[in-house]
């Protein structure tokens, strides 16, 4: 099954899990099942209309995906998707 | 960098960067480089205590220091910079005393400022490099278009609890080819409050270590043309399984300051491209404040006369393990949902660790139950530590 990484800042809504795997053969679906296990993600990770929100970068394996354009980008067994929202800090 | 080949070294820089020297690849070109060069670091604190070590151990010329900010004893877990006794010194000063004793054949510039759109080009444009070990998204985005319009490569770090972000922006490499900018990979900040800071989510001591050092082998490598910088890739590390990706960042035909249609051709307002208040405002506020405040040393004046008060803590329960002046607490995502546990006949006075989430739940408690008798502890368990009780911890 593919897998999906957690970031760290959606950590705390997915009771501290950092992987997320997926029968979903879409990376649509993917992340739609993501949101339904832990509905506090939504809002954090998508937008009013529905798309991954503008600070946060989509990657299967080492390539950028944008999620937004269509519902076809296909999930083999071994897909890895990262989910990569900016962070700030530094201190 | 200019003008390395004139370059000369004392005995004692020879013995002190004499194992650069030996490695091939380096050698007394990388070395002459390094000490040719300018590296701005802007930020000394968790990034930039580890990364301003190495850079100064290994010798580049010229290190600027901009930091703004005091040394806190909650600094000390990760900024190893600073010990105990400097709590309440300027960073860049002590950084200075430190990098000086670990290199004193290098010069060291102090830049004691918060960095602005006023000041930024000014500031930069005398170095070579800048590393980006800052703390907010509006400096991280001033930091980028700056260096984008002086054409300087940015070497950016980021963290958050225990996952590290490195790249290096606006890198030129030696076919001429200029890489992505910070914006092409974010083209916009996260809405405020979403992703929390270090000091409202905590770090692990050890992972601006990490970071830090992973930036200053970029800075090196920057200077010196040697390897591969992480340019158009963004190296992402997390300690708690201890994994390391590298992906790819592509250039975004609609950056703004550099696609195909560009908008932004001077720095902007920041803060407000953020969506937060400008730093002027801030001040503003803390003069004409929302709510109703109390100094601690008033609210102090009420207890020693015995007046009935009830005192209500908004804060997380791990901050009231770590310092607590006798509140009742309700964290401030509870407070709408408890209200019934605040008393309506008698003063009430709010309290968090500074007086900012306080004054959010006054707000709240204002605008949804109609509360009149609340008042905002000016400074939070910070102003009553520093004013009143010095046992009380600060954190």
């Known amino acids: ?91 | 960098m200019t003008n390395w080949e004139n370059v000369e070294f004392s005995s004692k820089e020879l013995g002190h960067y004499s194992r650069h020297l030996s490695i091939p690849e380096f050698g007394m070109e990388g070395q002459k480089k390094l000490k040719a060069a300018k590296v701005l670091a802007v930020g000394t604190g968790g990034l930039g205590a580890p990364m301003l070590q190495y850079l100064a151990a290994a010798g580049v010329g010229t290190i600027g220091l901009v930091d703004f900010d005091v040394i806190e004893a909650s600094n000390l877990h990760r900024q190893v910079l600073f010990g105990a006794s400097d709590v309440g010194r300027p960073k860049v000063e002590v950084a200075k005393e430190r990098l000086q004793e670990i290199n004193p054949h290098i010069t060291i510039n102090v830049h004691e400022t918060r960095l602005t759109s006023d000041n930024a080009l000014e500031i930069i444009e005398d170095y070579d490099v800048v590393a980006d070990g800052t703390d907010n998204f509006p400096t991280r985005y001033l930091i980028n278009d700056a260096c984008v319009m002086l054409d300087k490569p940015n070497v950016h770090g980021s963290i958050f609890q225990f996952e590290g972000q490195v790249s290096v922006f606006n890198y030129v490499d030696q076919d001429g080819e200029r890489g992505p900018n910070y914006r092409d990979l974010f083209p916009e900040p996260p809405p405020p409050g979403l992703v929390p800071s270090c000091a409202e989510a905590g770090v692990l001591g050890v992972l601006p270590g990490i970071i830090g050092c992973i930036q200053a082998s970029e800075v090196i490598k920057v200077i010196t043309g040697i390897g591969e910088p992480l340019a158009g890739k963004l190296f992402l590390f997390d300690a708690l399984n201890f994994s390391t990706r590298t992906v790819k960042v592509k250039k975004n035909k609609d950056n703004p300051l550099v696609g195909e249609d560009p908008e932004i051709t001077e720095l902007i307002d920041y803060q407000e491209f953020c969506g937060l208040p400008s730093i002027n405002g801030e001040q503003e506020e803390e003069t004409e404040s929302e709510v109703p405040e109390v100094s601690v040393k008033e609210y102090k004046s009420w207890i020693d006369r015995g007046e009935d008060v009830q005192l209500i803590d908004v804060r997380k329960p791990y901050e009231a393990e770590i310092a607590e002046i006798g509140g009742e607490l309700i964290p401030l995502d509870d407070i709408l949902d408890k209200a019934d546990k605040i008393d309506r006949n008698k003063k009430v006075v709010v309290h968090c660790r500074s007086g900012q989430r306080s004054s959010d739940a006054i707000k709240k408690l204002q605008e949804k139950y109609g509360f009149d008798n609340l008042y905002n502890l000016k400074g939070g368990i910070l102003a009553w530590s520093e004013e009143i009780d010095e046992s009380v911890p600060q954190y």
């Open chain 1, 1 to 91: 099954m593919a897998r999906i990484i957690i970031p760290t800042p959606l950590r705390k809504f997915t009771d501290h899990n950092r992987n997320f795997t997926t029968d979903k053969d879409t990376l649509a679906e993917a992340i739609q099942q993501f949101v339904e296990e832990y509905p506090d993600v939504e809002s954090n990770l998508l937008d009013e209309d529905g798309n991954v929100r503008s600070f946060i970068k989509v990657y299967i394996g080492d390539d950028e995906v944008d999620p937004n354009k269509n519902g076809t980008i296909e999930l083999s067994e071994d897909t890895e998707v990262s989910i990569v929202p900016a962070i700030a800090g530094g201190c």
